[in-house]
């Protein structure tokens, strides 16, 4: 059996990579999220298990002794970090793995395994990224313009990535996205069962 095909979205917080992702996982078959491990405050509504596995600085600083991680890092003042049991047996079972990981990550995982798919979602400009972060209302003011200023520096990182995509239109952005997954599927050799929806 093809092992699955490793998808990082990664891309400036705000830029609507969630949104896309969520999309992705109803519209497509054979794709699973992997579910990252963070030290950062549940926000409303996020499920423990399913958003984030949602742990102490000191749980996570075990994790990392414990070798767990496929790569962690400090994003906006908290530890994110990919733990190896949401991304190494679904590959090797045929399964598509979908990350949403910043671009420090992105860039760890992409010298460890390069055959991955990287893409990059950018917003159509930094007004609308900040009309975003503020319109989903989740963050503290000072954390919206500590991400702002980062991705000043994130977007500068987009050569780096397979495919970028500007997350303008949203319909228009997840089409992008499902017709990247399904063109490196193709590539791969893989079944066209994996494709549903649209
Ligand atoms: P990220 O995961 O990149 O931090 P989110 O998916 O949480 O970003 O999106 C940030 C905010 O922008 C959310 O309120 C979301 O509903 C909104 N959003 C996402 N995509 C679009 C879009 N194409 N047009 C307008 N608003 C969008
Ligand atoms: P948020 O706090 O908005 O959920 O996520 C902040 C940033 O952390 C986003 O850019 C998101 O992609 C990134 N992120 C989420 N999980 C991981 C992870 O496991 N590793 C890394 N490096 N970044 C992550």
Excluded: C, W
């Amino acid at each position: 059996m093809k092992n699955g095909i490793l998808v990082v979205i990664s891309g400036p917080s705000g830029a609507g990579k969630g949104t896309i992702v969520g999309r992705i996982l109803k519209e497509l078959d054979n794709i699973g999220f992997s579910t990252s491990m963070t030290t950062r405050n549940p926000r409303e509504g996020e499920v423990d298990g399913q958003d984030y596995f949602f742990v102490t600085e000191e749980e996570f600083k075990k994790a990392i002794e414990e070798d767990a991680f496929v790569e962690y890092a400090n994003v906006h003042g908290n530890y994110y970090g990919t733990p190896k049991s949401e991304v190494a047996s679904r590959l090797g079972r045929g399964m598509n793995v979908l990350l949403d990981i910043d671009v420090q990550g992105a860039m760890n995982v992409k010298k460890q395994m390069p055959e991955g798919v990287f893409i990059f979602i950018s917003p159509p400009s930094m007004e609308e990224l900040r009309a975003r972060l503020e319109g989903r209302g989740k963050d503290s003011t000072e954390d919206i313009e500590r991400r702002l200023k980062n991705a000043e520096g994130e977007m500068k990182l987009i050569d780096e990535y397979d495919y970028h995509v500007v997350n303008d239109d949203l319909d228009t952005a997840v089409k992008k996205v499902k017709e990247i997954i399904i063109k490196e599927e193709i590539k791969e050799g893989s079944s066209h069962d994996a494709i549903s929806g649209n």
